[in-house]
């Protein structure tokens, strides 16, 4: 398995679980913290995590090297109250990086899951949101 976003919000949980911990937020008696230091110490075979120029592009060699049978999509573009003003980071790294993660799975035949959020909605809905609604541009 190898984990994209393994650092952040969504991708520390998963981390903790897969090695068979309780998440931060998993215990009624947490309390948030700044010190991120226990969440960097994660498992370099899970974690495709790191600095790059374009982050819209998934390391073809990590996929090829590690050829995972799954990808747990997490990487992204979360600055909401950025995103407008930087339209284009936030597209080359939300779409067009999960479009090439997708072409890399495919390349080394593994499986892909990405995650989302309903922040893409504009909330008139009034109701949970499916896959197929469509987004507000």
């Given at each position: 398995?190898?984990?994209?976003?393994?650092?952040?919000?969504?991708?520390?949980?998963?981390?903790?679980?897969?090695?068979?911990?309780t998440p931060l937020g998993g215990d009624a008696t947490f309390q948030p913290t700044r010190d991120r230091s226990a969440r960097q110490s994660l498992s370099r075979w899970?974690?495709?995590?790191?600095?790059?120029?374009?982050r819209s592009r998934p390391r073809r060699g990590l996929l090829r090297d590690v050829r995972p049978d799954v990808i747990v999509h997490l990487a992204a573009y979360t600055a909401v109250d950025r995103a407008e003003g930087d339209s284009?980071?936030?597209?080359?790294?939300?779409?067009?990086?999960?479009?090439?993660?997708?072409?890399?799975?495919?390349?080394?035949?593994?499986?892909?899951?990405?995650?989302?959020?309903?922040?893409?909605?504009?909330?008139?809905?009034?109701?949970?949101?499916?896959?197929?609604?469509?987004?507000?541009?």
């Amino acid at each position: 398995m190898l984990v994209t976003g393994a650092a952040g919000q969504v991708g520390v949980d998963l981390m903790d679980v897969l090695r068979g911990v309780t998440p931060l937020g998993g215990d009624a008696t947490f309390q948030p913290t700044r010190d991120r230091s226990a969440r960097q110490s994660l498992s370099r075979w899970f974690h495709a995590q790191g600095p790059r120029r374009d982050r819209s592009r998934p390391r073809r060699g990590l996929l090829r090297d590690v050829r995972p049978d799954v990808i747990v999509h997490l990487a992204a573009y979360t600055a909401v109250d950025r995103a407008e003003g930087d339209s284009n980071a936030c597209f080359n790294v939300n779409e067009q990086g999960t479009l090439n993660m997708s072409r890399g799975a495919h390349e080394v035949g593994a499986h892909l899951i990405t995650i989302s959020t309903d922040y893409v909605f504009d909330g008139k809905k009034g109701e949970a949101y499916l896959e197929y609604d469509d987004a507000h541009r």
